[in-house]
């Protein structure tokens, strides 16, 4: 130990011609090191007709130009969304008509009467006859249809995998071995390639139709299952399931699950998922028909205008207030009366 120390503090070792002498060994050793770490593959050496060797912005022009837009995978996206996004949906859903506050019977009359003339053939098109009667279009872009898509993809991770052995009900794949399709009903079964079926449900009173997104069988106890991505924002201040979320619920709830009438579920479970942090948060709903009673009323004047050949009368009072512009008809309602009188106007509009 002495002689080690000795070595340290002998000034003789610290002289210029010493350090210089130990400073050129060090730099040896650095080149060697060098030498052996070069990376084998260069940045930039599949694009060696574009001169990346300066600076960064350059760089990432030629990763967003090159090739990627050459083969316009985006607008390949956009198209294919757009063809989707108008494909018909007729009928009563739950998930729409929870969102109509208030719900109004007059629009879905106008509704009607386009999917009727679209059904028998009189338009080629739901776009033509929306053209036709002054209806706007569904107003969801490409880039919100998305975010849908991203909720369904969502939906499947949840009733395929994470919730697999609580969610009952139907499930079907394709065998591979035996080449033929099977279908199980009860629990997830053993085996891969199976895929949870989303149950319909119906309202036969209201003519209402649409899927819930699973069974769930817990402590023997039947819940309907809701899945909901919300942002972070917003899911951090969820303290209840929302308003509309509720109406969707209590119409699931007091309707008929379609091959599983013997089931009566005691509620639905929210599953809100927060879109930044995958976290979730659950909540329970349980029966309860008062928050859909104007629902109920809005179907009955519906059904009743439709029997009497008459227009239901407007819920909005001015044609620019907030109800109005988020409907479709908006146009068309302000141009017509109610009544025997408006469904006159509506039938000679078509005529002409
Ligand atoms: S504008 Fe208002 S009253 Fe007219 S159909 Fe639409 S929601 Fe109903």
Redesign the pocket.
């Known amino acids: 130990m002495k002689n080690i120390l000795k070595e340290l503090y002998n000034p003789e070792n610290y002289t210029k011609s010493a350090v210089a002498k130990e400073d050129a060994a060090l730099n040896e050793q650095k080149t060697e090191v060098k030498k052996e770490e070069e990376p084998k593959y260069k940045k930039g050496t599949f694009f060696s007709n574009i001169d990346l060797s300066n600076k960064e912005i350059k760089q990432s022009k030629a990763y967003e130009e090159y090739p990627v837009k050459s083969l316009g995978i985006i607008s390949i996206i956009d198209k294919h969304i757009e063809q989707k996004k108008n494909e018909p949906r007729f009928g009563f859903h739950p998930s729409s008509i929870s969102l109509e506050d208030p719900f ?1 019977a ?2 879905h009359a ?1 509704r009607h009467t386009r999917d009727a003339l679209f059904q028998s053939g009189i338009f080629d098109s739901i776009e033509e006859a929306n053209q036709v009667l002054s209806i706007r279009g569904r107003s969801i872009d490409v880039g919100l249809q998305r975010v849908f898509d991203t909720g369904h993809a969502l939906h499947s991770m949840y009733q395929n995998d994470y919730l697999s052995s609580v969610l009952w009900g139907k499930w079907e794949r394709f065998n591979k071995e035996t080449q033929l399709p099977e279908e199980h009903i009860g629990h997830k079964p053993e085996g891969r390639g199976w895929e949870y079926i989303e149950p319909t449900i119906k309202n036969t009173q209201y003519e209402i139709t649409g899927h819930t997104d699973g069974i769930l069988r817990i402590n023997d106890e039947w819940y309907l299952l809701e899945i909901k991505s919300a942002n972070d924002a917003s899911w951090s201040f969820m303290h209840a399931p929302r308003e509309a979320h509720q109406k969707q619920a209590q119409l699931y709830l007091h309707s008929t699950l379609i091959g599983f009438e013997h089931i009566e579920p005691k509620g639905v479970v929210f599953l809100y998922v927060n879109k930044n942090t995958s976290k979730e948060k659950e909540f329970l709903v349980i029966k309860d028909s008062k928050m859909i009673e104007p629902i109920y009323a809005g179907l009955r004047l519906f059904y009743d205008c439709l029997d009497k050949q008459e227009l239901p009368s ?3 009072l001015k044609k620019k207030c907030t ?2 512009n988020d ?1 479709p ?2 146009e068309l ?1 302000f141009m017509l009366d109610a009544g025997v009188v408006g469904a006159k106007q509506l039938q000679q509009m078509i005529m002409k």
């Open positions: 109004c007059r629009y106008f407007k819920v909005c109800r109005a409907c008809a908006q309602c």
